[in-house]
């Protein structure tokens, strides 16, 4: 971690400028994509009551925070118990007090449980940002990152759950296979599974040399890929997020006020498959009144500024007139 100069951007402000400059991110910050399209698309006002369910950096809630003052109040949930707090310093610096603001250590399964908690029987606003933040991706400590080693941990809060080293080393090839089909779309799904499962491996350079070595006919660069893609998956695996984002699916419609509005960005197929069914059945039965039909994509221009943007897919839903009732049991979503 000592070789990344943009940790400390008062020191090196000259390193940071270059990075951004060359279409990067500097380490340990985090660049919020389409900002412009969330915003249009969750229309905040002064006075609105907003649960941003994956706080991160902060960059959309400072966005939010901004628009919804006067009055307003945002929910920051984030189950990073490492960044949390650094995003809850860094938004007080700001100005925004515990009357705008509030920081709350959950996943997004505990959307219903936080505003029960707090005393709130709703939301006009429901935003998730899905992917993994660039302060995780630059931290070679976390485990997430193809680029640096570390140990092969990749949870999202490092004190709950078993690491993804301790996970591989439990599963057996056919269930790995389909891991990888399922959260990455693996085409060579099999090869890899072949290779990792049940394998005893400590840290993430092992992992990449393990991956790329039952891939040796292949070139560099779609090797590259699968060593990305099959990182993805294990992530996913390890910190169980379908389930976490099938349950906030589920608990939005009852979380949304009459006419609030939902926007969730999505980073590959898998999510972006269940964003999709979920608004449109929820259109279909009437719970919702309007959602997009069109994917909202970054522009060619964010893109080519800010290459972690390019896989990015914004679906937003707007909820009908009457209240949904929260779906049994949901409202009791345990924090992660």
């Known amino acids: 971690e000592e070789k990344y100069k943009e940790h400390n951007p008062e020191k090196y402000s000259e390193t940071v400028q270059?990075?951004?400059?060359?279409?990067?991110?500097?380490?340990?910050?985090?660049?919020?994509?389409?900002?412009?399209?969330?915003?249009?698309?969750?229309?905040?006002?002064?006075?609105?009551?907003?649960?941003?369910?994956?706080?991160?950096?902060g960059g959309h809630a400072r966005e939010?925070?901004?628009?919804?003052?006067?009055?307003?109040?945002?929910?920051?949930?984030?189950?990073?118990?490492?960044?949390?707090?650094?995003?809850?310093?860094?938004?007080?610096?700001?100005?925004?007090?515990?009357d705008q603001f509030v920081a709350k250590r959950s996943n997004f399964a505990g959307l219903a449980r936080v505003l029960a908690e707090l005393g709130?029987?709703?939301?006009?606003?429901?935003?998730?940002?899905?992917?993994?933040?660039?302060?995780?991706?630059?931290?070679?400590?976390?485990?997430?990152?193809?680029?640096?080693?570390?140990?092969?941990?990749?949870?999202?809060?490092?004190?709950?759950?078993?690491?993804?080293?301790?996970?591989?080393r439990k599963i057996d090839t056919q269930g790995l296979a389909a891991v990888l089909t399922e959260n990455?779309?693996?085409?060579?799904?099999?090869?890899?599974?072949?290779?990792?499962?049940?394998?005893?491996?400590?840290?993430t350079l092992e992992l990449s040399r393990r991956i790329r070595a039952s891939l040796a006919r292949m070139n560099e660069r779609d090797a590259d890929l699968a060593i990305r893609r099959t990182f993805q998956a294990l992530r996913i695996a390890v910190n169980d997020e379908f389930a976490a984002l099938d349950s906030l699916l589920r608990q939005i419609p009852g979380c949304l006020a009459p006419g609030g509005r939902a926007a969730l960005l999505t980073f590959h197929s898998g999510e972006d498959r269940r964003v999709k069914k979920s608004f449109a059945a929820g259109l279909q039965s009437g719970i919702y009144e309007a959602v997009n039909t069109e994917v909202v994509r970054p522009t060619p221009e964010e893109q080519r500024s800010n290459p972690r943007s390019t896989p990015a897919k914004l679906r937003w839903a707007r909820r009908g007139g009457l209240k949904q009732p929260p779906p049994g049991g949901e409202a009791l979503a345990p924090a992660v």
């Open 18 to 57: 270059k990075v951004l400059a060359s279409g990067k991110t500097p380490a340990g910050t985090h660049r919020p994509i389409m900002v412009d399209e969330v915003m249009t698309a969750l229309a905040p006002v002064p006075g609105n009551r907003v649960v941003d369910c994956t706080l991160g950096y």
């Open 64 to 98: 939010l925070l901004l628009r919804i003052a006067p009055g307003g109040m945002l929910i920051g949930l984030d189950a990073d118990p490492i960044e949390l707090p650094r995003t809850e310093t860094r938004l007080r610096a700001a100005g925004f007090g515990p």
């Open 120 to 168: 709130f029987e709703d939301a006009d606003v429901i935003f998730a940002d899905l992917g993994v933040s660039s302060m995780q991706l630059d931290q070679p400590s976390r485990g997430f990152s193809v680029k640096h080693d570390g140990p092969l941990d990749m949870r999202m809060n490092p004190n709950k759950g078993q690491s993804a080293a301790a996970w591989l």
């Open 184 to 203: 990455a779309d693996e085409p060579h799904a099999e090869i890899i599974a072949a290779s990792l499962a049940g394998s005893n491996l400590e840290s």
